[in-house]
């Protein structure tokens, strides 16, 4: 019987394994769609465990694409639409090239900022994988089987494809890898180790300390960088609300210029470390204060004070099956904060889930605007950060949408 380390270090390879789609259904693959649904699958040759490495063949049985198999109605993602051995050298080459587009963008480098997303899955030909660096510890999400096997690998080849950057490798995959796998995946280093559970990292100059243990996601809402830079250019002198604030990014900003920012989380742990950022940047300013509370029912109560408030709240649609409540949810927030703001007032307001679309969420604000009966202008319509790329080919991946408004 091999051990566990040698075990995680193969490649997952069956080369028998083979999945035939059916007639028609190979547009979306030769369109480089990283996805096969399980319901276009014709035949299977060999009996892939989940995870194993599958190569997918038209009906005239010409060869399409090689992933990762999955038992799931998203049957295999795809890492590759050229036939490849997928070994150590071809995913030290994708790490590799995901590193130098960070390289290329003025993300990996920066002398003021040193948090960054390496690997954001089907945007750098890796569905499954996430990788985000916090200083010199990179934190490694498998959000499928196939990474799940070979982490080690992944976590051996950071250090090298950083040119060193990356020191320490922690994996926090307990919560992401398909739960009836039964992988029996437990959180923790795979390279470096000495660590410990926080970091304190550099964004745009302003410190934040980051929990990767116990931290939301990897541990810090990383996409939102470029979003918080513009705001800063809206806070002079304003009495900024920052709704969902977690641990206070929008607020340090903020803190700035703003007259005063209040963060509001209905985490206490992401509040008092909110308290803690601020401090790390301002001292001990009376001009921030963070609650602790329910964001519908601290709205639901405030008064008509603030003239910039951040709407960030969780994804409120996960699946498809929750889209109307989710719409229902972003224009139930947003009528009372459009309702609420000061006249002159700006609305940082976004939705993170997958399954809105950019259209669907226009409407939702258009439509909470429309009911408060305000004049409402946009002033920027943003999105994901570079490190965040969106593949052309997955319009999925184009998760976080965000709406910059002037209420009169
Ligand atoms: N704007 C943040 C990220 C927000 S993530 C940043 O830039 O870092 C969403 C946050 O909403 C989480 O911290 C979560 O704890 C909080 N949250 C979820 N439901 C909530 C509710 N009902 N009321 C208040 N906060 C809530």
Known sequence: MLSTEKKVNLIHKVTSARITLKIGKDQSVRRFHPWIFSGAIASRKGSPAEGDVVEVYASDDTYLATGHWSPGSIAVRIFSFTKCDPDREFFRKRLADAMQYRVNTGIAGSSDTDVWRLVHGEGDGLPGLIVDIYGSVAVMQAHTAGFWHIREMIAGLL?????????????????????????????????????GSSAIVKENGYKFRVDWEKGQKTGFFIDQRDSRS???????????????????????????????????????????????????????????????????????????????????????????????????????????????????????????SQVVSRDDFRRSVFVAAANTGRNVRILHQTGQPPDHPVNIYHPESEYLKGLVLYVE
């Open 230 to 352: 513009l705001l800063r250019q809206y806070s002079q002198g304003r009495n900024v609300l920052n709704m969902f604030g977690y641990t206070g990014g929008f607020s340090v900003y903020a803190m700035s210029n703003a007259a005063l920012v209040h963060t509001v989380d209905s985490s206490a742990s992401a509040t008092a470390m909110a308290n803690e950022n601020v401090s790390m940047n301002f001292g001990s300013d009376p001009r921030h204060k963070a609650f602790p509370t329910d964001a519908f029912s601290f709205m639901a109560e405030m008064k008509n004070d603030y003239d910039l408030i951040v709407l960030d709240p969780p994804a409120f649609a996960k699946h498809q099956s929750a889209l109307d409540k989710a719409l229902q949810g972003y224009r139930r927030l947003n009528a009372i904060a459009i309702q609420k703001i000061k006249p002159g007032g700006i609305l940082f307001t976004f939705s993170c």
């Open 159 to 195: 250090p090298e494809i950083t040119g060193g950057i990356v020191t320490s490798v922690y994996n926090k995959s307990e919560g992401t890898v398909p739960f009836m796998a039964k992988l029996g995946p437990v959180n923790g280093f795979l390279t470096g180790g000495d660590a």
